[in-house]
């Protein structure tokens, strides 16, 4: 029905990175290229397994390469009441820095973290935030129901583990055209909807700082993305869709 929830469709997608635009300031890069690694699967029943990889090469203005990899591994409870994250950020010259831990939320909508690594730590907050894979499935309901704006806070266990973002994702007019990346060859996409979407990610400790980070794509019914656009402010990424894999969806059990 058209009040149904989103499916999510498991997925494994590629993206090839390049620098889209500098904003020429002293410490941006002058060249970037990169790959990301997506795989998604899970379903409403069983919960919903993401793990990304990102592995980037920067050239800085005096010429010289930086070269940096982040891997996630998280699983959303199938509610969407707990997170378990494990973030993995390394670079040729320091020991790999790892975030783990788990959050959970109760009913009233408080957040609670639970961090083993970089250090043991108990917290609890107030802040009514929301998990991944919730905040896409949301995003697309919003979509679905002509909304151009969605305001939320979101926890991905990102940074040391200890950060909620407050995010404005802007949604802009849908299109079923098809696009010239892989997802014109899955058969499931056909005359799918997609709408482009721009979410701003802000400190919710800094609230008058500008956003930290924005991210733009294309966002699909199925929770798969086209064309992204990482802004990291003095610097923006492109990601091109290379490949998509669509995985099994497992049906739920009645």
Not at 161 to 176: A, Q
């Amino acid at each position: 029905s058209a009040d149904a929830r989103p499916v999510m469709a498991p997925h494994r997608a590629f993206y090839e990175l390049s620098l889209l635009k500098t904003s020429g300031e002293a410490s941006a890069p002058v060249g970037a290229s990169g790959r990301i690694a997506y795989d998604f699967t899970g379903s409403a029943c069983e919960g919903y397994t993401t793990t990304f990889r990102q592995a980037t090469e920067m050239t800085a203005p005096e010429g010289e390469g930086v070269s940096t990899s982040m891997r996630s591994t998280s699983f959303e409870s199938a509610d969407h009441s707990t997170l378990t994250f494990r973030v993995e950020n390394s670079s040729p010259r320091h020991p790999p820095e790892i975030v783990e831990g788990s959050a959970s939320r109760s009913g009233d909508g408080s957040l609670s973290i639970d961090l083993r690594r970089p250090a043991v730590m108990k917290t609890d907050t107030d802040h009514d935030a929301i998990f991944p894979t919730d905040m896409m499935i949301r995003a697309i309901e919003a979509a679905r129901a002509g909304q151009v704006t969605m305001a939320t806070k979101l926890y991905d266990g990102s940074n040391e583990g200890d950060k909620v973002f407050y995010t404005l994702s802007v949604i802009g007019r849908p299109s079923t055209a098809a696009l010239s990346d892989p997802t014109k060859d899955a058969p499931e996409m056909r005359n799918m909807r997609r709408w482009p979407v721009t979410v701003s990610y802000f400190d919710v400790a800094k609230a008058d700082a500008p956003p930290a980070y924005l991210l733009s794509f294309q966002m699909w019914e199925n929770g798969v993305s086209s064309d992204l656009v990482l802004d990291y402010g003095s610097f923006q990424l492109k990601g091109a869709l290379t490949k998509l894999e669509m995985l099994p969806l497992n049906a739920c059990r009645k």
